[in-house]
């Protein structure tokens, strides 16, 4: 079984829906929890981050994270083309730099 | 602040040629990663580096592949000699430390082994 288990996708929507991306992991030593966004041909940056189960915001972006059932989300609500991209969970002990990434899910937004 | 910067961005050679791909990590970030990154396997971690120094290099495939880092300001990942199988977006990336902080990566070097 991988760490870090996520859908591949790819995954379409129209313009305006509510995306909600998951991933589940099986270390529960993990303790921070990251999303990142990846546009084609480039590098992935950062999106969310956060080390504690509950819901964080940023704009029309939410992480969640439960950490009983070792399972973290990501929601974009309003979606727009330009979150056409590949969002990869990224999730480490904290104890360490290492990160443990997702494969990543491809979303395309429509308009 | 130039961020992490990699070259060459794309790079196609024949197989058996050596293939040296070059990072420079952000000014003050004190560990640094190489990534590859595949449709099939997604992102996998190769090798890292703490303090220039090789910390944990068992994602490196095989011996055809080897990584330096002879500075804080730049790093190489060599593959020799090269095979179709090599070809995939590697990707260096770097971290500022402390506990919480998540890594910074580059735009990636594109190679294709032909």
């Known amino acids: 079984q991988k760490e870090v288990e996520q859908d591949p996708g790819p995954l379409s929507v129209p313009e305006g829906a509510i995306v909600s991306l998951n991933c589940t992991y099986s270390?529960?030593?993990?303790?921070?929890f990251m999303w990142y966004r990846q546009y084609s041909r480039k590098g992935p940056e950062l999106l969310m981050y956060?080390?504690?189960?509950g819901n964080k915001e940023d704009g029309r972006f939410t992480a969640q994270v439960d950490k009983s059932s070792k399972y973290i989300s990501l929601f974009i609500r309003d979606s727009q083309p330009s979150d056409s991209a590949t969002y990869l969970c990224?999730?480490?002990?904290?104890?360490?730099?290492?990160?443990?990434f997702g494969t990543g899910t491809r979303l395309q937004v429509t308009l | 602040d130039a961020g992490v910067i990699q070259s060459p961005r794309h790079e196609v050679t024949e197989m058996g040629q050596e293939v040296t791909l070059r990072c420079k990590p952000i000014?003050?970030?004190?560990?640094l990663f190489w990534y590859r990154q595949t449709m099939m396997r997604g992102l996998e971690l190769l090798i890292y580096?703490?303090?220039?120094?090789?910390?944990?290099d068992s994602g490196m495939p095989e011996d055809r592949f080897s990584a330096k880092m002879p500075n804080a300001s730049f790093s190489t990942l060599k593959i020799q000699p090269s095979e179709p199988r090599d070809s995939a977006v590697y990707f260096c990336?770097?971290?500022?430390?402390?506990?919480?902080?998540?890594?910074?990566f580059g735009e990636g070097s594109w190679l294709t082994v032909v």
């Open positions: 990336a770097s971290y500022p430390g402390g506990k919480g902080n998540t890594i910074y």
């Open positions: 580096f703490n303090n220039n120094v090789p910390i944990d």
């Open positions: 990224a999730i480490n002990t904290g104890t360490a730099s290492k990160l443990t």
């Open positions: 956060t080390y504690s189960s």
């Open positions: 000014s003050g970030h004190n560990s």
């Open positions: 270390n529960s030593a993990f303790q921070y």
